[in-house]
Structure formats: structure tokens, C-alpha cells
């Protein structure tokens, strides 16, 4: 059974950092996609940054320079790094893993505000 649990959401200010955790069972983050998406409530889903099984990391344009995906193979975590957050960076954070099917986890909230 695969399960993925985010944490490390909560209230932050305007241009602090936050990292977020993304703990996976019953699958292997080192030879899968793994994918951070947001949602606003009311909102489309964004994706907001990837990790694909051989490295390669892919950040929405949004993102760039500010979020960094990685992730622990030993501890088969991935994680986000939002450095310099935004107000416009509040949302609900989900990992997902897996291509042909991709499983989700259930969300942790990130509010930035002052």
C-alpha cells in the first residue's frame, strides 16, 4: 500500500523559508517522479516543482530561484525548500509519485503572511 505524508506547512512570513517533507511507503522515490503541486482553494492545481528518477529537477517559472526539490534516498523522503516566500506562495502543498499512476498525499497548508 503506498502512502505519502507531507509536513512542514504552516504560517510563515513574507521572505522566510520553509521546507517541506514528503515521506513515502510502499513506493521508491529514487526510482520514481516525484512532483510538488499547490492549490489554492477554488484554484487549478499547479505543478510547482519535479525530481525525476534520474535527477533531473524541473521548477515552475514562478519558483525558479526561490524553490528547491531533493530529495533522501536513504530515508525515502523528498523535500522542498522554499527559500524567499511570497504571499502568492499560500497554498496547499502535495507530493505525488509515479508516472503511469501517481499517487498523492494529502496535503500540508502553507500560509505566508505578515
Known amino acids: 500500500q503506498v502512502q505519502l505524508v507531507e509536513s512542514g506547512g504552516g504560517l510563515a512570513q513574507p521572505g522566510s523559508s520553509l521546507r517541506l517533507s514528503c515521506v513515502a511507503s510502499?513506493?521508491?522515490?529514487?526510482?520514481?517522479?516525484v512532483r510538488w503541486h499547490r492549490q489554492i482553494p477554488g484554484n487549478q492545481r499547479e505543478l510547482v516543482a519535479q525530481i525525476l528518477s534520474g535527477g533531473t529537477t524541473n521548477y515552475a517559472d514562478s519558483v525558479k530561484g526561490r524553490f528547491t526539490i531533493s530529495r533522501d534516498n536513504g530515508k525515502n523522503t523528498v523535500y522542498l525548500q522554499m527559500n524567499n516566500v511570497k504571499p502568492e506562495d499560500t497554498a496547499v502543498y502535495y507530493c505525488s509519485v509515479g508516472l503511469y499512476i501517481e499517487y498523492w498525499g494529502k496535503g500540508t497548508l502553507v500560509t505566508v503572511s505578515s
Open positions: 510502499g513506493i521508491d522515490v529514487s526510482t520514481n517522479r
